[in-house]
């Protein structure tokens, strides 16, 4: 009996020996592990694969694993330790990742170097609402309107709420199809709801339809990583990353009122008009001049929106119109378009004079209803020259011009001739060169296309045809010719339209000019140089796309 008590007790310490012997064998040569087992919808979770240096993680096929998440950051890393002599090696692969959709997920078996991993199973709830006890990070957008007209501004504003701290901030750029958008100044504030204490953040976007029917606001996406403290100074892991979405939203957009008498669109919340003198017009005499200022503000519109001010043709005061200003501001409620336009005010002749008034239709978008901004008509006093005497000036001129005839100079003309004579020799001289230059540059081996300018060039087009404004539209048009391909600056603007965009573009320089230079400068309408043009600018795309395709060698600089 003692005997087989003391084998008993032998095999007892053999098997324990041989556990201890065989217990590295059966460890797991590759496994899985996560940091949590529930996460929000859009938030992360770090999913670790280790093994014992036998195999590599960073082999392993991570297919399965993208079928229900999104993989954010990946990392690899080794150690080693040494303890009581004996070494073990680790390698770890480090995955950031985040759920694709709710409900109860499976992070699926890995294989690597022969080895598999074992199933995780990951529950994903919605995410957090507003007024949830669970809820640490907000994210919303909201209109201040759901219906508006044809390039009328629509404010849209994107609000992140955290009440955690956030680091490495984003939001998605608001990209939209048929709108143009006009991205304003962010607010920060802090809110304490009774509950906690908020940080608000407000990003602000002014958004003006081109067309009617319906405008789609897409998904807009917030995120951030949770700031979260090391435990060392060598030990600087990011926090895990969240993200929240907006819901969609729709605008209405209604089409310009049959109505409207005006050729320039305004629906603006508030229309204004001022004017200014550079002295006061009443103390006018023949021939002196005089600075007219007109003012145009509008609340909700761009600048560029704004029409320039038409200062009319009176018998006996003659306009003599500056380069307008126009610019942006912004106010509580959006973009506060200004443009100014000046003219020299000239009498030719003394008399009294009326300065007809300036009217100027617009939309009220608030009251829904057509109001006129209105500059009064003003009545200009004009006395005679202070040396005219009992004359005229031009009889005057014409008298010392008559007693001077026949007679030679007394005085020597100085040095202004000789000056004269080098400034031109100097012009002509450079005309010279820049033909030689002109004749001796070589043609490129590539497809001609658009010069980096173009871009710029067509949007000052596109913002002076808006305006109404023929002068600057013909400017405009101009530089923007000179940036196509083959372009010859040095002939006219109709020889020029006609060689971009054929006699569709020509004929619509030829109303401009019209309208400029002609009787009917009432009836210009922008419209049919705004298509001739759109349809040159296509054309030039087109050909300059077809042209880079044929070419057979590429761009030694691509651009």
């Given at each position: 009996?003692?005997?087989?008590?003391?084998d008993r007790?032998?095999?007892?310490?053999?098997?324990a020996a041989?556990?201890?012997i065989l217990?590295?064998?059966?460890?797991?040569?590759l496994e899985?592990?996560v940091d949590r087992?529930?996460?929000?919808?859009?938030?992360s979770?770090?999913?670790t694969?280790?093994?014992d240096g036998?195999v590599?993680?960073?082999?392993?096929d991570?297919?399965?694993?993208?079928?229900d998440f999104?993989?954010?950051?990946?990392?690899?890393s080794?150690?080693?330790?040494?303890?009581?002599?004996?070494t073990?090696?680790?390698?770890?692969?480090?995955?950031?990742?985040?759920p694709?959709?709710?409900?109860t997920?499976?992070?699926?078996?890995l294989?690597?170097?022969?080895?598999?991993?074992?199933p995780l199973?990951?529950e994903?709830?919605?995410?957090?609402?507003a007024?949830?006890?669970d809820?640490?990070?907000?994210?919303?957008a909201?209109?201040d309107r759901?219906?508006v007209y044809?390039?009328q501004?629509?404010l849209?504003?994107?609000?992140?709420?955290?009440a955690?701290?956030?680091d490495d901030r984003?939001?998605?750029?608001?990209?939209?199809?048929?709108?143009f958008?006009?991205?304003?100044?962010?607010?920060?504030f802090?809110r304490?709801?009774?509950?906690r204490?908020?940080?608000?953040?407000e990003?602000r976007?002014?958004?003006?339809?081109?067309q009617?029917?319906?405008?789609?606001?897409?998904?807009?996406t917030?995120?951030?990583r949770?700031?979260?403290?090391s435990?060392?100074?060598?030990?600087l892991?990011?926090g895990?990353?969240?993200s929240?979405?907006?819901?969609p939203l729709t605008?209405t957009?209604?089409?310009?009122p049959d109505a409207?008498?005006?050729?320039t669109?305004?629906?603006?919340?508030?229309?204004?008009?001022?004017e200014?003198?550079s002295?006061?017009p009443e103390?006018?005499?023949?021939g002196?001049?005089?600075?007219?200022?007109?003012t145009?503000?509008g609340?909700?519109l761009?600048?560029?929106?704004?029409?320039?001010v038409?200062?009319?043709?009176?018998q006996g005061?003659?306009?003599?119109p500056d380069?307008?200003?126009?610019?942006d501001?912004?106010?509580?409620?959006?973009v506060?378009?200004?443009r100014?336009?000046?003219?020299?005010?000239?009498?030719?002749a003394?008399?009294r004079?009326?300065?007809?008034?300036?009217r100027v239709?617009?939309?009220d978008t608030?009251a829904?209803?057509?109001?006129?901004?209105v500059?009064?008509?003003?009545?200009?006093r004009?006395?005679p020259?202070?040396n005219?005497g009992?004359?005229t000036?031009?009889?005057?001129?014409a008298s010392?011009?008559?007693q001077g005839?026949?007679?030679?100079?007394?005085a020597?003309?100085?040095?202004?001739?000789l000056?004269a004579?080098?400034?031109?020799a100097g012009?002509?001289?450079?005309?010279l060169?820049?033909?030689?230059?002109?004749?001796?540059?070589?043609a490129g081996?590539?497809?001609?296309?658009?010069t980096?300018g173009?871009?710029?060039?067509?949007?000052?087009l596109?913002a002076?045809?808006?305006?109404g404004d023929p002068?600057?539209?013909?400017?405009?048009?101009?530089?923007?010719?000179?940036?196509l391909?083959g372009a010859?600056?040095q002939?006219a603007l109709a020889?020029?339209?006609r060689?971009a965009?054929g006699?569709e573009?020509?004929a619509?320089v030829a109303?401009?000019?019209a309208?400029?230079?002609?009787?009917?400068?009432e009836r210009?309408?922008?419209?049919?140089?705004?298509?001739?043009?759109?349809a040159?600018?296509?054309?030039?795309?087109?050909?300059?796309?077809?042209a880079?395709?044929?070419?057979?060698?590429?761009?030694?600089?691509?651009?």
């Amino acid at each position: 009996m003692a005997r087989s008590g003391k084998d008993r007790l032998r095999l007892v310490l053999c098997c324990a020996a041989l556990a201890a012997i065989l217990a590295p064998s059966l460890a797991l040569a590759l496994e899985a592990t996560v940091d949590r087992y529930r996460v929000s919808l859009g938030d992360s979770l770090r999913l670790t694969l280790t093994s014992d240096g036998a195999v590599d993680p960073a082999e392993a096929d991570l297919a399965p694993l993208t079928r229900d998440f999104e993989i954010l950051q990946r990392s690899s890393s080794s150690s080693t330790r040494i303890v009581n002599g004996r070494t073990s090696r680790e390698v770890a692969l480090e995955l950031e990742i985040t759920p694709r959709r709710e409900g109860t997920l499976s992070i699926p078996p890995l294989s690597a170097g022969g080895e598999q991993t074992a199933p995780l199973v990951i529950e994903v709830e919605p995410p957090p609402a507003a007024g949830s006890p669970d809820a640490n990070v907000l994210f919303s957008a909201e209109l201040d309107r759901d219906s508006v007209y044809v390039q009328q501004q629509v404010l849209l504003t994107l609000r992140i709420q955290q009440a955690i701290a956030l680091d490495d901030r984003s939001v998605t750029e608001l990209k939209l199809d048929g709108a143009f958008v006009k991205p304003l100044g962010q607010n920060s504030f802090q809110r304490d709801d009774g509950n906690r204490r908020w940080l608000v953040h407000e990003i602000r976007y002014a958004i003006f339809p081109e067309q009617s029917g319906t405008l789609e606001i897409p998904v807009q996406t917030f995120s951030a990583r949770v700031r979260q403290g090391s435990r060392s100074l060598f030990e600087l892991r990011s926090g895990p990353r969240l993200s929240r979405q907006s819901e969609p939203l729709t605008v209405t957009v209604r089409a310009r009122p049959d109505a409207f008498p005006g050729q320039t669109w305004l629906p603006a919340a508030e229309l204004t008009i001022e004017e200014s003198w550079s002295r006061p017009p009443e103390q006018l005499a023949t021939g002196e001049s005089v600075t007219r200022t007109v003012t145009l503000t509008g609340r909700g519109l761009q600048g560029a929106q704004l029409p320039f001010v038409r200062f009319p043709a009176t018998q006996g005061l003659k306009y003599y119109p500056d380069q307008p200003q126009i610019e942006d501001a912004e106010g509580a409620d959006g973009v506060i378009g200004v443009r100014t336009d000046s003219a020299a005010l000239v009498p030719v002749a003394p008399g009294r004079y009326e300065v007809p008034e300036l009217r100027v239709p617009w939309w009220d978008t608030e009251a829904d209803r057509l109001r006129w901004a209105v500059l009064p008509a003003r009545t200009i006093r004009v006395t005679p020259a202070a040396n005219a005497g009992t004359g005229t000036a031009g009889t005057a001129d014409a008298s010392a011009v008559t007693q001077g005839a026949g007679r030679a100079p007394t005085a020597p003309a100085g040095p202004w001739p000789l000056i004269a004579a080098a400034c031109a020799a100097g012009w002509l001289l450079t005309g010279l060169l820049w033909w030689r230059s002109r004749r001796s540059a070589p043609a490129g081996d590539g497809p001609p296309g658009p010069t980096a300018g173009e871009p710029r060039a067509w949007k000052g087009l596109r913002a002076a045809l808006a305006s109404g404004d023929p002068a600057a539209s013909r400017r405009q048009l101009a530089l923007w010719l000179g940036t196509l391909p083959g372009a010859r600056p040095q002939d006219a603007l109709a020889a020029q339209a006609r060689a971009a965009g054929g006699e569709e573009l020509a004929a619509a320089v030829a109303a401009l000019d019209a309208a400029l230079y002609g009787p009917g400068a009432e009836r210009w309408d922008p419209a049919a140089l705004d298509a001739a043009a759109r349809a040159a600018r296509r054309r030039h795309a087109r050909e300059n796309a077809r042209a880079e395709a044929d070419s057979p060698l590429p761009p030694l600089y691509p651009a």
